[in-house]
């Protein structure tokens, strides 16, 4: 696992609050498909990628001008450190388009169980790069939930396809979204929370829109996908990954990943109430491993 030092904010946060705030966290994210389903828009996901990230900067600035003052803020804003910021930035809007572009081409089905399940292993040996040392029962919950995750994603159905550049591109946003987090949470231990979601998802926003233009054509959005978009941006979005960011003050970056699982959980529970969606016993099977590696992962990262 990570340290800090104990002159860093997180030191003084226990576990339990930032590993409340991830799952929270998650569970927003998995808000985001329901909210699509109520979309009748024919906006390029390629858009909704890029335009929830520029509406979640003008969230986090709003944010942090609100509660820090224009000018505290434009201090801390210099005193960034933005070569990392602007790594991160650069990653998440990566993960952004090639998560998109990936469930484009293999499915929904299979391109979130690549996306979502890669992310927690790839932040794992990340961080064993770095010097760090996720033990044991980190390791066994997180490939449980791993598992479950990717039982729990393919038994709710959907189609089939693998489509090789598809499977890269998925692998390839799990791997952007377990570096930025790895780079976020150096940031954060150096940075109030609101101030790095800011920095980090102006540098996305500007990276991501012009690719979104580049790839899916000029803009072309109904008042239904104005509304989404901004559900997306401030809720999905903007409020989770507060939320995500304050939770890695306390938690290590491999945890924080692992515990995003809790989005496909989220996701399940509101196709069953929302949608009406009746999935397979398969699925079922998948939320209960998935439980049971969260359930490993919480208990390894207090210990």
Not at 115 to 138: D, E, H, N, T, Y
């Amino acid at each position: 696992m990570s340290t800090t030092s104990t002159s860093s904010p997180s030191a003084t946060l226990r576990p339990a609050h930032g590993i409340a705030l991830v799952l929270c966290a998650g569970m927003l994210w998995g808000a985001t498909g329901t909210a699509q389903s109520f979309s009748n828009s024919a906006l390029s996901p390629y858009w909704v990628g890029a335009l929830r990230l520029g509406v979640a900067a003008l969230f986090f600035l709003a944010y942090a001008g609100s509660t820090h003052g224009l000018p505290h803020l434009l201090r801390q804003l210099a005193a960034l450190d933005w070569r990392r910021a602007a790594w991160a930035g650069a990653c998440m809007a990566a993960y952004n388009l090639t998560f998109f572009a990936g469930v484009k081409a293999t499915g929904v089905a299979v391109g979130t169980a690549l996306a979502i399940g890669s992310g927690p292993i790839w932040a794992g040996l990340l961080q064993l790069a770095g010097g760090g040392r996720p033990g044991l029962g980190w390791w066994t919950g997180t490939l449980l939930a791993v598992g479950g995750g990717v039982l729990l994603v393919l038994g709710r159905g959907g189609d089939i396809q693998a489509d090789p550049l598809g499977i890269v591109l998925c692998l390839a946003s799990g791997l952007t979204y377990a570096l930025y987090t790895l780079l976020n949470k150096r940031l954060v231990d150096r940075s109030a929370p609101a101030v790095t979601t800011l920095g980090v998802f102006l540098v996305g926003a500007l990276l991501a829109l012009p690719a979104a233009g580049f790839w899916a054509g000029p803009l072309q959005i109904t008042v239904s996908g104005w509304l989404v978009v901004g559900f997306l941006g401030v809720a999905s979005t903007g409020i989770a990954y507060l939320l995500f960011t304050t939770g890695l003050r306390s938690i290590s970056a491999a945890t924080g990943v692992s515990l995003a699982l809790m989005e496909p959980v989220t996701a399940f529970l509101l196709a069953l109430a929302v949608v009406g969606e009746r999935p397979g016993v398969l699925a079922y099977a998948g939320l209960a491993a998935l439980l049971a590696g969260l359930a490993l992962v919480i208990r390894a990262e207090t210990r």
